[in-house]
C-alpha cells in the first residue's frame, strides 16, 4: 500500500544549526512533493514546491531535494532560528488528474531550536 | 494574500446533532478541500470540490457531506455527528493551474462531540 514516512520523533536542534527532515514514501509516482509548515492550533502553510524532474530547489533559508530513485525528500533549513520551530509537513501528489490535485500528507515531523 | 476562513474555531455538540462547517475563501480559487487531522494519523482528505456544484470523494467520506453552491464557499455537514468524528477540520483552496497547486489552508475549526 501507498506509505509516506516522515520521522515522528522531535528533532530538537541548536540555534544556528543545520537542520534536516526527512520524507520516505513507498508505491508512489508523484508528480510533486510539498513542504508545509504547522505552528500548533494552526493550519499548514505552504513552504516550496518540488518537481519530479527537478533535484534541488532553494528559498531563503531552506533548501528541498528530491530522490525518486531513493522515493526521499529531504528538507533543509539552514542558519536555524527557534522561530522556525514549527511541525513539518511533506504531501505528495499521486496523480494530477487536472481535475484537482489530491495531496496526501505525511504525519509530520516536530522541530525544536534551542537557544 | 489568500485568505481562507472558517466559521468557528471551537465547536462543541452532542451525539446525534447536524453539524454544519463553513469555509469561505476570498481568491476565487476553483478547488477547495475538507481535511481531518487526528495525532498519528496526519492530514486526511474528506471531501474535494474543484468546481461550483461538483464534488468528490477523498479518503475518509463515510458520515460526512459536502456543499458547494457559490466558487468562494464550502460546507461540510455532519448528518449525525458522533464522537468519533470529534477532531480538528481544515479547510483549504487552490487555484488550478498546471505550474503549482499549493494549498491555502484556513485556521481550523476543533470540534469536539460529547
Known amino acids: 500500500s501507498q506509505k509516506i514516512e516522515q520521522n515522528s520523533e522531535a528533532l530538537n536542534i541548536q540555534e544556528g544549526k543545520t537542520a534536516t527532515l526527512t520524507c520516505n514514501y513507498t508505491?508512489?509516482?508523484?508528480?510533486?512533493l510539498q513542504w508545509y509548515r504547522q505552528d500548533p492550533g494552526r493550519g499548514p502553510v505552504f513552504l516550496l514546491l518540488?518537481?519530479?524532474?527537478?533535484k534541488e530547489k532553494r528559498k531563503e533559508r531552506l533548501k528541498v531535494t528530491f530522490d525518486t530513485t531513493l522515493k526521499q525528500s529531504l528538507f533543509h533549513i539552514t542558519a536555524s532560528q527557534p522561530a522556525d520551530s514549527a511541525t513539518y509537513l511533506c504531501?505528495?501528489?499521486?496523480?494530477?488528474?487536472?481535475?484537482?490535485?489530491?495531496?496526501?500528507f505525511g504525519t509530520g515531523t516536530r522541530l525544536q531550536v534551542t537557544l | 494574500d489568500v485568505k481562507v476562513t472558517q466559521s468557528s474555531r471551537y465547536l462543541v455538540k452532542r451525539t446525534g446533532e447536524k453539524v454544519f462547517l463553513e469555509c469561505v475563501q476570498d481568491?476565487?480559487?476553483?478547488?477547495m478541500f475538507w481535511y481531518r487531522q487526528d495525532p498519528g494519523l496526519g492530514l486526511r482528505l474528506i471531501y474535494f470540490?474543484?468546481?461550483?456544484?461538483?464534488?468528490e470523494k477523498g479518503d475518509i467520506p463515510e458520515g460526512y457531506s459536502v456543499s458547494r453552491e457559490k466558487k468562494e464557499r464550502f460546507s461540510l455537514i455532519l448528518e449525525s455527528a458522533s464522537t468519533n468524528q470529534t477532531s480538528m477540520y481544515l479547510c483549504?483552496?487552490?487555484?488550478?493551474?498546471?505550474?503549482?497547486?499549493?494549498?491555502?489552508f484556513g485556521p481550523g475549526t476543533r470540534l469536539t462531540v460529547t
Open positions: 483549504a483552496s487552490s487555484l488550478r493551474t498546471s505550474l503549482t497547486e499549493e494549498q491555502y
Open positions: 508505491n508512489y509516482s508523484p508528480a510533486y
Open positions: 518540488i518537481r519530479e524532474n527537478e
Open positions: 504531501a505528495l501528489d499521486p496523480i494530477n488528474t487536472g481535475t484537482a490535485s489530491k495531496l496526501t
Open positions: 481568491m476565487d480559487h476553483e478547488n
Open positions: 470540490s474543484y468546481d461550483v456544484k461538483m464534488k
